[in-house]
T-cell receptor, first 116, second 111 residues
Framework: GAVVSQHPSWVICKSGTSVKIECRSL??????MFWYRQFPKQSLMLMAT?????????EQGVEKDKFLINHASLTLSTLTVTSAHPEDSSFYIC????????????FGPGTRLTVT | GENVEQHPSTLSVQEGDSAVIKCTYS??????FPWYKQELGKGPQLIID?????GEKKDQRIAVTLNKTAKHFSLHITETQPEDSAVYFC??????????FGPGTRLSVLP
């Protein structure tokens, strides 16, 4: 149980275009979803936290107009990178958690974004 | 805010030996400490976690210890195998929110 999927697993886009990444909880309802960014050989950096039906809360330094997050249902959150530039190339990972006494976050497999 | 340090950054052990990775955190309010294993090109996988009301937890070859007073926790892997080779991340959290990750430890298990 507690499987999180991401789509696509990798994507290449041209500079100036937008790309959408989907994060789905397959067998549980995710009241909260998180989006992380990871550069090569570095740790995970939290970008934003989203609760179903609410606006996402962005970490300091993350441009909310560039990284649009939508958490429309208890099983789906999307991250849209708008007007992508080469410096946005990174590994994007989502995670999901449920309500209740569990503190665990279940991570997706990640999406490799390359902007040319 | 919370700050998590992790040592060592790289660790090489012979197959069958034990490996220990240590993390320290700064915020005494943190009460949940998971450990993740990340293989190349994949998302992190939870391998063990501990809450602040517990001092030690074990799951087969993996154990985690927590010292709340000193604000540090450690991952212990016994009888290491080549498939244990990966990057390991510790994290500190307050009730499952605001995860702060350590910088990671690259573990290599040499056959």
């Amino acid at each position: 149980g507690a499987v999180v999927s991401q789509h696509p697993s990798w994507v290449i886009c041209k500079s100036g275009t937008s790309v959408k990444i989907e994060c789905r909880s397959l067998d549980f309802q995710a009241t909260t979803m998180f989006w992380y960014r990871q550069f090569p050989k570095q740790s995970l950096m939290l970008m934003a936290t989203s609760n179903e039906g609410s606006k996402a809360t962005y970490e300091q330094g993350v441009e909310k107009d560039k990284f649009l997050i939508n958490h429309a249902s208890l099983t789906l959150s999307t991250l849209t990178v708008t007007s992508a530039h080469p410096e946005d190339s990174s590994f994007y990972i989502c995670s999901a958690s449920t309500s209740g006494d569990t503190y665990e976050q279940y991570f997706g497999p990640g999406t490799r974004l390359t902007v040319t | 805010g919370e700050n998590v340090e992790q040592h060592p950054s790289t660790l090489s052990v012979q197959e069958g030996d034990s490996a220990v990775i240590k993390c320290t955190y700064s915020d005494s309010a943190s009460n949940y400490f998971p450990w993740y294993k990340q293989e190349l090109g994949k998302g992190p996988q939870l391998i063990i976690d501990i809450r602040s009301n517990v001092g030690e937890k074990k799951d087969q070859r993996i154990a985690v210890t927590l010292n709340k007073t000193a604000k540090h926790f450690s991952l212990h892997i016994t009888e290491t195998q080549p498939e244990d080779s990966a990057v390991y991340f510790c994290a500190a959290s307050y009730y499952g929110q605001n995860f702060v990750f350590g910088p990671g430890t690259r573990l290599s298990v040499l056959p």
